[in-house]
């Protein structure tokens, strides 16, 4: 083992599949993957701005060495708490229509047989 | 809550890379914090009502549980969301430590060299004919890829590397600067149940990347620590992390259903979320074990996660077990640990399994309607 190997990136081991359609569970995974990704983004449009506040000009080298102070970093995790609330509010919206329902006698039984 | 403490044995985030990491830190704290309650709530209003009004009775156990919240929506979205959050963590923390593989291995060669304080030293011993158990190979514990045993590279280290970063994230943040907390339990409760104790020969059993041990050593810094795992990426890491923060512990491969010290030589045995990722034949023999290397009056200490009291709570924290490689944990749920260890060879009347409320934020906590850890303690 003297050369380096690049180590995996998927787990050993059963996957689960959660919706009877696998497509969906595809599509919820790019979905996470997707806001990380934006969340990415917005993190590097901060630094870029708060550079381009300090001075014009800024390198790509400038950014990469960016680390934030303590009143950047509490201000990114607002942002980040904002990202995630906004992400997830259908599927909470949904969860209280849902529970609306129950609470209004709406049959609702996914998954269970009579008997 | 402090925050993660650098050290020697950290690889740097570029600025992208630690952008993921905060993301699914962040994104994990909102599905625990906000979205997991919800699970709770559309059972105990939605879903257990419908099973009853089907079948005149409440879900008898979290296998019924499983037949009905499996198909709920809103568990749906939850569960697929989780999932994601996990891989997406390792993946995180992999980027970087891939990156800079080469220099940490290098920095864990000199650090092994370091003389700590007072001339001591902590030790490495590897052992390559040591048989991984299945329970490793079989499936990679919590998504973890590669484990904790697979060595990628000569003198690899990565394995430990991701495994401290990445728990950090796994609990968001609450393990603590050193990911401390459940050592840091574990001695509050030997402490508050011991206050004259003073052990001066301690063993760790699957002591992973030794995050545990450490502050075993802090607290007894006489004393001469000893800690396992059957993993040689964690181990080389966790030596050369320990000599990073200056505490001498003495690490060794080693299966703890059966190791190489001698039988009576040890003042107290402890091990930190070990035994749930074991297996049923696996729990015994390292109890026996235990009980093989404690002196008489000594003291073994096994810090566990409690596995629900009700039938959604069961549900809910096995979710682990199906979908993140925690195969063990669902045949844990009806393990009575007091009766294995009795099985092990430790008298009834000196056994004990205690309910210990951490100093921890619960809202960092992921399938659970409230917190406390199990601890299964028996003397010799």
Known sequence: MSEMQTPPRRPKGHRPQVFDDPAIDQLHAAFVALASELSVAFDRIDTLERLLEQRAGVSRVEIDDFHPDERAAADRAIRRADVAERLLRPFRDFREDQLARAERGEQHSPGIAAG | ?380
């Open chain 2, 1 to 380: 809550m402090q925050a993660f403490k650098q050290h020697d044995m950290l690889p740097e985030s570029s600025h992208d890379e630690q952008a993921r990491q905060d993301f699914v830190m962040a994104f994990r704290g909102h599905l625990s914090g906000a979205l997991m309650p919800g699970a709770y709530r559309v059972y105990h209003q939605r879903v257990e009502p419908a099973f009853r009004a089907a079948r005149g009775r409440a879900p008898a156990d979290q296998e019924e549980v499983r037949q009905v919240m499996t198909q709920d929506p809103y568990y749906q979205f939850w569960s697929a969301m989780q999932r994601r959050s996990q891989e997406m963590l390792w993946e995180s923390v992999i980027e970087p430590t891939e990156r800079q593989l080469p220099e940490l291995i290098g920095r864990s060669r000199k650090l092994s060299k370091k003389t700590l304080a007072k001339g001591r030293k902590g030790t490495l011993r590897l052992d390559p004919a040591l048989v991984v158990p299945k329970y490793h190979t079989a499936a990679d514990i919590h998504l973890q890829p590669g484990g904790y045993h697979t060595d990628f590279t000569a003198d690899d280290v990565a394995a430990g590397v991701v495994y401290d970063k990445g728990i950090n994230i796994y609990m968001g943040g609450a393990l603590g600067p050193e990911n401390n907390l459940t050592g840091d339990t574990l001695l509050a409760y030997f402490r508050e149940k011991h206050p004259q104790s003073r052990p001066a020969r301690i063993l760790d059993m699957g002591c992973a990347i030794g995050n545990c041990a450490v502050p075993w050593g802090r607290a007894f810094p006489d004393a001469e620590l000893h800690a396992i795992d059957v993993g040689a990426p964690v181990l080389r890491y966790a030596h050369a992390r320990a000599q990073a923060l200056g505490v001498p512990i003495h690490f060794s491969q080693q299966n703890a259903e059966a190791t190489d010290f001698e039988a009576g030589s040890f003042d107290l045995v402890v091990s930190h979320i070990m035994l749930h990722e074991t297996s049923k034949s696996a729990l015994v023999r390292i109890l026996k074990e235990c009980h093989r290397l404690l002196r008489p009056g000594a003291l073994m200490l096994h810090l566990e996660i409690p596995r629900g009291k009700t039938v959604i709570e069961k549900f809910m924290h096995n979710w682990e077990s199906y979908n993140n490689n925690e195969t063990f944990c669902r045949y844990m749920t009806n393990i009575d640990l007091k009766s294995e260890a009795v099985k092990g060879g430790f008298d009834p009347a000196k056994t004990r399994m205690d309910e210990f409320v951490p100093k921890l934020d619960v809202a960092q906590m992921n399938y659970t309607e409230s917190f406390f850890w199990n601890i299964l303690a028996a003397h010799r």
